[in-house]
């Protein structure tokens, strides 16, 4: 106890609370009130996570509410998760006592009562006030539980009142009903089912049996909460009490900029790109910040139209206000119909129209409230400014989204004619290719430059995060009609087989059918909205799903050039070393190109940059867990783009593990999954690195072993390690089809970057293996690569 007291009154010191010792109980009898702020009494529950008491605030020391806190918990450090009287706090005169009939009063210095609840419901039962190890504050009958304010905490046991309302501390939003997130009287986030509880799992239990669960669902040792913040949204936080770290595992609301009441009338709200969470509002051109509104952001006219008067339109791209009953929703034949029909209306501020041939308009009369800039909104909308403004739109980028997506053509040599590809044919294509190399080369640097421009824009504009406002969600009879009937297949992978399919507004799409999907409605749908939500120039788009009758289905992109698999392996059978490959036509269906090494080193380096920003810069670590050139998709221009992302976690380990066996896909799979060890992103920086290797080589690893290699512990990392910087015979690694286009001017950098980051990626140790940041700029060339340690022998023999 008295280590305690020292731990409480050494923290007590560090933050400058009044270094008074703080009595702590667990539990107050009659005998303890009245009980006063100034008396620095805490009540502190049985497993030291929750303390409860009279809390200074902090504009005002003198001045106290009485809350419950998270109490030592350091990345919660004092978090206060319930108050009861937060809008008047209260001074040293006042206290909390236990009046006649045994009922518990806050009584300020002139006797008002200030609890909230009713007196009735406070009939205690037995003396004690309580604090739960749940953080739920017991007083008989009574418990905080049922008026939480604005934290739900875990508890399996109280429901807490289905209806209740959360506000958050600043009194600005409300989540009404546990429904719907609500501004003012204007709503910007609804679901269909009330929250329920949030279990300690990470789970919330909805009406009607519905459920969410967090990213970190069933994880132990966490501390969790559901809080409405000040910003508007609503979270779960996650804390984690061995990594001693606090993070944000669910979140409603996932532009910020949606979020009504950032910013006031005649704004738009922007998002910062690379931090969706911090969002600035400004004014759009013809208008000017509005200095005599000194609550909020808004903006004024600069040169206000008359009735009557000339005006015209400013189109400003991906630009959305609304504002509920200041809005026309209209289907119209064209533009100009639209156009007119706001001209005809003298209350009229602009429109939104959607260039998507559906007639999409929407009028917004006297007011533009709430607006924003999202690419998710596909939409234009135009301002409505006098005749004489001078300003222009600088809302551009409709076009040129188009141009952010790998257009850059590389020419690539053409396929042989003959089946039979002679030495003289190798000879050929290499001369072409030498002189492509010439062109290449400068296209290259010229991609690499606008690649870099892109991106960079890309990021300004948060692009690279594009969110599009959740999957849409296709019932099971559409996507019959879509693929008619899942009658063209184009593959069959581990997670279920995936058809071809046109949509009734004309986008291709690959539709994956999924096998053995476990969990409920709720974890696919929750699982599918993560999904949708990553959005890189290298990972193929989810454009929705369908849960119906048991089916579970994703709607992907097209992506038209198959999967690298088939570039690179052109032969079943294994090469040999010493004579020329002989291209064998009837093994797949794809016309033979053959990959050079720029192609190769863009494919490698899209790839890692996208592993990396599922790792790194997504909300919720997203492993992929399945990496292989099979998953690895090329666009037009073979630009890569990573498929199946985000499925693992529909999968159990288990599974995983026996799936992959099965596929043979095993040669790509960390030792860790094989030792049953702990799965973290360092698995799949080990399966990139059997990739990178596979690209150089243009062989699969395992093939090899099985083919000219005798020995049984051959082990293709280590082979390829002692070629490279012991025997000092790089050429032995490189893929024979385009060894002989191998320029060491021009490519040995390149390629020595592969194979060197390759190495590093298949170390034995997954803390050994960098991350996969780090590997990005490996292969970038912005970091020096160390030599590497040979990858130490690890595999295992058949079973
Ligand atoms: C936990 O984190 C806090 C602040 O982040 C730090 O002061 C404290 O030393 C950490 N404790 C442990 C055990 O890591
Ligand atoms: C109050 O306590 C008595 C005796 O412990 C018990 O019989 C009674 O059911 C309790 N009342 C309520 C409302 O819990
Ligand atoms: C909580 O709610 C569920 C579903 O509405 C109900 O089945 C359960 O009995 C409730 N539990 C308590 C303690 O009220
Ligand atoms: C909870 O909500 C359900 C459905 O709206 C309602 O039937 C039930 O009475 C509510 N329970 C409480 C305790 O308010
Ligand atoms: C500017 O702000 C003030 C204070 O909110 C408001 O009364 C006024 O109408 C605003 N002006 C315009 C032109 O919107
Ligand atoms: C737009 O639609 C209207 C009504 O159908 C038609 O009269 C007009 O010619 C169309 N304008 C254009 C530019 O297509
Ligand atoms: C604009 O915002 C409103 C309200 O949030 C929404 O209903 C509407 O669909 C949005 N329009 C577009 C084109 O995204
Ligand atoms: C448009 O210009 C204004 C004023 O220069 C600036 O504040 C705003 O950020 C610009 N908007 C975009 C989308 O670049
Ligand atoms: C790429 O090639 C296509 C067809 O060959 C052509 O239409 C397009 O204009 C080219 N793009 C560039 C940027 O050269």
């Known amino acids: 106890m008295s280590l305690l007291l020292l731990f409480s009154f050494f923290f007590t010191l560090l933050l400058n609370t009044p270094p008074s010792l703080s009595q702590q109980a667990r539990s107050f009898t009659i005998s303890d009130f009245p009980w006063r702020p100034t008396q620095n009494k805490l009540l502190v529950s049985e497993n030291n996570v929750f303390a409860a008491g009279f809390k200074p605030t902090t504009s005002s020391p003198k001045r106290y509410v009485f809350s419950i806190w998270y109490h030592n918990i350091p990345g919660n450090y004092q978090t206060v998760v319930w108050s009861t009287n937060k809008n008047s706090p209260v001074t040293d005169g006042s206290s909390l006592v236990i009046g006649d009939n045994g009922v518990l009063r806050l009584i300020d210095s002139s006797g008002r009562n200030l609890l909230p609840w009713s007196s009735t419901e406070i009939k205690p039962n037995s003396t004690s006030l309580t604090l739960e190890d749940s953080g739920n504050l017991v007083y008989g009958d009574w418990q905080s539980f049922k008026y939480p304010t604005d934290t739900i905490l875990p508890n399996p046991t109280v429901n807490g009142s289905n209806g209740t309302t959360l506000q958050s501390k600043n009194g600005k939003f409300m989540f009404v009903d546990r429904k719907s997130l609500v501004f003012g009287s204007s709503s910007y986030w609804s679901t269909d089912n009330a929250f329920i509880m949030l279990e300690p799992t990470g789970m919330v239990t909805k009406e009607t049996g519905a459920t969410l669960v967090s990213s970190d669902f069933g994880e132990q040792n966490k501390l969790r909460r559901l809080t409405l913040d000040d910003d508007g949204n609503l979270r ?118 959607k260039y998507d041939g559906k007639g999409y308009c929407v009028l917004q009369i006297d007011r533009l409230a709430f607006g924003y800039w999202s690419p998710g909104t596909e939409a234009a909308f135009f301002l409505r400014v006098d005749d004489s403004e001078t300003d222009e739109s600088n809302f551009t980028g409709m076009t040129s989204l188009l141009e952010t997506t790998c257009d850059v053509n590389i020419s690539l040599p053409e396929p042989p004619d003959e089946s039979n590809t002679t030495v003289r044919n190798i000879v050929i294509v290499c001369t072409l290719f030498a002189a492509e190399l010439i062109s290449g080369v400068v296209f290259f640097w010229g991609f690499l430059k606008k690649y870099i421009k892109y991106r960079d824009m890309a990021r300004t504009f948060g692009l690279e995060f594009l969110p599009a406002g959740g999957p849409k969600r296709f019932t099971y009879a559409e996507l019959k009609a879509a693929t008619s009937d899942f009658s063209n297949p184009i593959g069959r992978g581990g997670f279920g087989d995936v058809y071809k399919g046109e949509l009734t507004d004309h986008r291709v799409v690959a539709v994956k059918c999924l096998k053995k999907v476990t969990g409920g409605d709720g974890e696919f749908w929750a699982e599918v909205t993560i999904i949708a939500r990553m959005h890189h120039l290298n990972l193929v788009r989810l454009w929705g799903f369908c849960a119906e009758k048991g089916q579970r289905i994703l709607v992907y992109e097209y992506v038209p050039n198959g999967s690298l698999d088939k570039y690179l392996f052109h032969s079943s059978q294994a090469p040999s070393l010493d004579k020329q490959v002989e291209i064998d036509p009837r093994s797949t269906d794809v016309p033979k190109t053959i990959l050079d090494w720029n192609i190769r080193y863009r494919i490698a380096l899209g790839v890692a940059r996208a592993i990396a920003y599922l790792h790194e810069e997504c909300l919720e670590w997203v492993l992929h867990c399945d990496i292989k050139p099979e998953n690895i998709l090329l666009g037009d221009d073979f630009c890569p783009k990573i498929s199946d992302f985000g499925l693992a976690k529909l999968r159990k380990k288990e599974d995983m593990v026996s799936m992959s066996m099965l596929r043979g896909t095993r040669g790509y799979m960390a030792p860790e999954w094989l030792k049953m060890d702990p799965i973290t992103p360092k698995a799949d920086v080990y399966s990139f690195g059997m990739v990178l290797l596979e690209l150089v080589s243009g062989v699969r ?99």
Request: aromatic letters at 12%; hydrophobic letters at 35%; glycine letters at 6%.
């Open 236 to 353: 779960i936080y996650s804390f984690d009490r061995v990594a001693n770290e606090s993070s944000v595992v669910w979140l409603a609301v996932q532009e910020m900029c949606t979020v009504h009441g950032a910013c006031g009338d005649n704004t738009i709200c922007m998002d910062d790109g690379s931090n969706s969470d911090i969002s600035y509002c400004i004014c759009p051109p013809g208008f000017k910040r509005n200095s005599s509104d000194r609550e909020s952001y808004s903006c004024e006219m600069k040169t206000p139209w008359k009735n009557h008067g000339k005006t015209k339109f400013l189109r400003l791209d991906y630009v959305n206000f609304s504002g509920g009953s200041d809005q026309t929703d209209l289907i119209v034949e064209n533009f100009s119909v639209c156009q007119s029909r706001c001209l005809a209306n003298q209350n009229c501020k602009g429109f939104g129209f």
């Open 701 to 799: 690893s395992f093939d090899m072993q099985g083919s000219f290699i005798e020995s049984e512990d051959w082990y293709f990392p280590r082979w390829a390690f002692d070629k490279a910087f012991k025997e000092m015979k790089v050429e032995d690694i490189l893929d024979q089809q385009i060894k002989h286009c191998f320029d060491n001017r021009l490519h040995f950098d390149l390629v020595d970057r592969m194979v060197k980051t390759a190495m590093w990626c298949l170390q034995d140790r997954p803390e050994v293996r960098p991350s996969m940041g780090k590997v990005a700029k490996m292969l970038e060339g912005t970091v020096e690569i160390i030599e590497p340690k040979k990858p130490t022998i690890f595999y295992l023999t058949d079973e």
